[in-house]
C-alpha cells in the first residue's frame, strides 16, 4: 500500500519505493522497438522494469500514454534540447549542419531510439492516433528546426536563396533511412552500410550544394 502524508486533515500521495517512471520508460523503449506498438504488452513492460503492473498502471492509464511518454522523453526532449544548441551556436552553417548530423548518429541513429520510426511508419494506419501525436510533437518540430539551420545560412549569406522547408525534408531523408534499414534489413540481411560514412558524403554534398557562389 502507498504511503501517506497527512497534513491539516488533506492527504497526498508518496511515491512508493519500487515506483521507478524513468525505469518503466526505459523498458517500454526496449519493448515497443522490439515488438511494435501492437504486440507490446503492459505486464511485460512492467516485468522487464521489475515492477508490478499495478505499479506501472499508477502513472500509465493505459499504453498509448506509456508511448506518448517514451516519445516525450527520448526524441522531443532532445529536439528542444537541440534547438537550443543551434540558437547558441557560433560557427559557419556548414559546419552547424555537421553538428546537426553528428549530434543526430550520437544522441538517436546509434542508439535504440532510431526504432521508433519503423513503428510509427509501420503500425500508423492501424493506430492514427499514435501517428497524429508523433506527426504533431516529432516530426515537424524535428523539420522546424532543420529548416532553421537553412534559414540561419541564408541569412547569413553563406547558403543559396532555397526552400528551407524543403531542404529539410532533403536533410532528414538520410536519417530516415538510416533507422529504417538498422531496425529493418540489417538484422535479418548480410547488406550493411555504413551509417557515418553515409552521414559524411550526404552532409558534404549539401554543403556544397547550398553553398553561395
Known amino acids: 500500500m502507498n504511503d501517506l ?5 488533506a492527504r497526498r500521495w508518496v511515491r512508493r519505493k519500487d515506483a521507478r517512471p524513468e525505469e518503466i520508460t526505459a523498458a517500454a523503449l526496449e519493448l515497443f522497438v522490439e515488438r511494435g506498438f501492437a504486440n507490446a ?3 511485460d513492460v512492467a516485468a522487464r522494469a521489475g515492477i508490478s503492473k499495478g505499479t506501472l498502471y499508477l502513472y500509465f ?4 500514454e506509456l508511448f506518448k511518454a517514451v516519445v516525450r522523453e527520448v526524441l522531443v526532449a532532445r529536439l528542444v534540447e537541440f534547438r537550443g544548441q543551434i540558437d547558441r551556436f557560433q560557427g559557419t552553417s556548414a559546419e552547424l549542419l555537421r553538428l546537426v548530423f553528428k549530434t543526430w548518429w550520437e544522441r538517436i541513429g546509434s542508439t535504440r531510439i532510431a ?3 519503423k513503428l510509427i511508419l509501420s503500425e500508423a494506419r492501424n493506430f492514427p492516433e499514435i ?3 508523433y ?3 516529432v516530426v515537424r518540430p524535428g523539420r522546424e528546426t532543420l529548416a532553421a539551420v537553412v534559414r540561419r545560412g541564408i541569412d547569413r549569406g553563406e547558403f543559396r536563396a532555397v526552400d528551407a522547408y524543403a531542404t529539410a ?4 531523408a538520410p536519417m530516415l533511412m538510416i533507422s529504417m534499414w538498422r531496425s529493418s534489413l540489417e538484422p535479418c540481411c548480410d547488406e550493411r552500410i555504413d551509417p557515418q560514412a553515409l552521414i559524411a558524403a550526404h552532409v558534404e554534398l549539401l554543403a556544397r550544394g547550398l553553398a553561395k557562389d
Not at 61 to 64: D, L, M, V, Y
Not at 169 to 172: E, F, H, Q, S
Request: glycine share 12%.
Open 61 to 64: 492509464a493505459n499504453k498509448e
Open 115 to 117: 526504432g521508433i520510426p
Open 41 to 43: 504488452r503492459l505486464e
Open 135 to 137: 506527426v504533431e510533437e
Open 5 to 9: 502524508l497527512v497534513g491539516k486533515g
Open 131 to 133: 501517428a497524429r501525436f
Open 169 to 172: 525534408d532533403v536533410l532528414a
